[in-house]
């Protein structure tokens, strides 16, 4: 059972990059898409609604913004799109699809800054991490994949020190994935490779940092502790180009369905 997560940063601009070739060879029988930025409706066809796949799309209310989806190769046995919460369903954060006892989330968890950069959305940002974590906790076995915009530790950045008091590292919101960890919930890919620096998901769009990998992992993958028995592997896709993030990917036993 392999679910690879992507921020593709506008299904449209990396539709034209390679996505549907990417989508044919990832091997993933679940895909989970962030920032999507378009409606179903707004999309090529091929891409909305992709030969072998089922699709479901949670788009923001806002155009051209945020937005998420899932892809599957066999149905669900139920949907969720959103939380109930229309301060962060209005924004597309949020779908849930569960596949017999497994249910997995795509999510995109806001950015902290506000439009000037002033920090002035960590609040929002918090209250969901809080809020998809009641959600998710009601199902024994779940994954939550997607961009979680934090780096949990300083391994995950190239730079920590530098970016101590920058959205995306700050103690708060560190402090918001430790919640998830405290209530059994498992980081995939460090449980797996616990010591591997260098290992990023996104980088800034400046000229020469990904070749440099100066990056940041902020790309998770989170299973439950009904889930985790049923791990593995994890792993980042970083030569995956298209999109500023890099998909990642997850491996469970087929049995974690049944």
Same mark, same amino acid.
């Given at each position: 059972?392999?679910?690879?997560?992507?921020?593709?940063?506008?299904?449209?601009?990396?539709?034209?990059?390679?996505?549907?070739?990417?989508?044919?060879?990832?091997?993933?029988?679940?895909?989970?898409?962030?920032?999507?930025?378009?409606?179903?409706?707004?999309?090529?066809?091929?891409?909305?609604?992709?030969?072998?796949?089922?699709?479901?799309?949670?788009?923001?209310?806002?155009?051209?913004?945020?937005?998420?989806?899932?892809?599957?190769?066999?149905?669900?046995?139920?949907?969720?799109?959103?939380?109930?919460?229309?301060?962060?369903?209005?924004?597309?954060?949020?779908?849930?699809? %569960?596949?017999?006892?497994?249910?997995?989330?795509?999510?995109?968890?806001?950015?902290?800054?506000?439009?000037?950069?002033?920090?002035?959305?960590?609040?929002?940002?918090?209250?969901?991490?809080?809020?998809?974590?009641?959600?998710?906790?009601?199902?024994?076995?779940?994954?939550?994949?997607?961009?979680?915009?934090?780096?949990?530790?300083?391994?995950?950045?190239?730079?920590?020190?530098?970016?101590?008091?920058?959205?995306?590292? %700050?103690?708060?919101? %560190?402090?918001?994935?430790?919640?998830?960890?405290?209530?059994?919930?498992?980081?995939?890919?460090?449980?797996?490779?616990?010591?591997?620096?260098?290992?990023?998901?996104?980088?800034?769009?400046?000229?020469?940092?990904?070749?440099?990998?100066?990056?940041?992992?902020?790309?998770?993958?989170?299973?439950?502790?009904?889930?985790?028995?049923?791990?593995?592997?994890?792993?980042?896709?970083?030569?995956?180009?298209?999109?500023?993030?890099?998909?990642?990917?997850?491996?469970?036993?087929?049995?974690?369905?049944?």
């Amino acid at each position: 059972m392999k679910i690879v997560s992507w921020n593709v940063n506008g299904l449209r601009a990396c539709g034209k990059a390679g996505f549907l070739d990417w989508l044919c060879g990832c091997g993933a029988d679940v895909v989970c898409l962030q920032e999507v930025r378009a409606r179903p409706d707004q999309l090529p066809v091929l891409i909305a609604a992709p030969p072998g796949w089922h699709a479901a799309f949670a788009p923001a209310g806002r155009p051209g913004y945020s937005g998420v989806a899932i892809l599957a190769r066999r149905p669900w046995d139920g949907l969720d799109i959103g939380l109930g919460d229309p301060q962060f369903d209005g924004e597309g954060r949020a779908i849930g699809a %569960r596949f017999g006892a497994l249910t997995v989330w795509s999510a995109y968890f806001p950015n902290g800054n506000g439009k000037d950069r002033d920090l002035s959305r960590i609040p929002f940002k918090l209250a969901f991490y809080e809020a998809l974590l009641r959600r998710a906790a009601l199902d024994e076995r779940a994954v939550v994949a997607g961009d979680w915009n934090t780096a949990p530790a300083a391994i995950d950045l190239a730079r920590p020190r530098e970016n101590v008091a920058t959205s995306g590292f %700050r103690p708060e919101e %560190r402090a918001a994935v430790d919640q998830w960890l405290a209530a059994g919930w498992t980081d995939t890919f460090r449980a797996l490779h616990p010591d591997r620096a260098g290992a990023y998901s996104w980088w800034s769009q400046r000229d020469g940092v990904r070749a440099k990998n100066i990056g940041w992992r902020i790309d998770l993958a989170l299973c439950s502790a009904g889930a985790r028995p049923y791990l593995r592997d994890a792993a980042i896709d970083a030569l995956v180009t298209g999109s500023d993030h890099c998909p990642i990917e997850v491996s469970f036993d087929p049995a974690i369905t049944a």
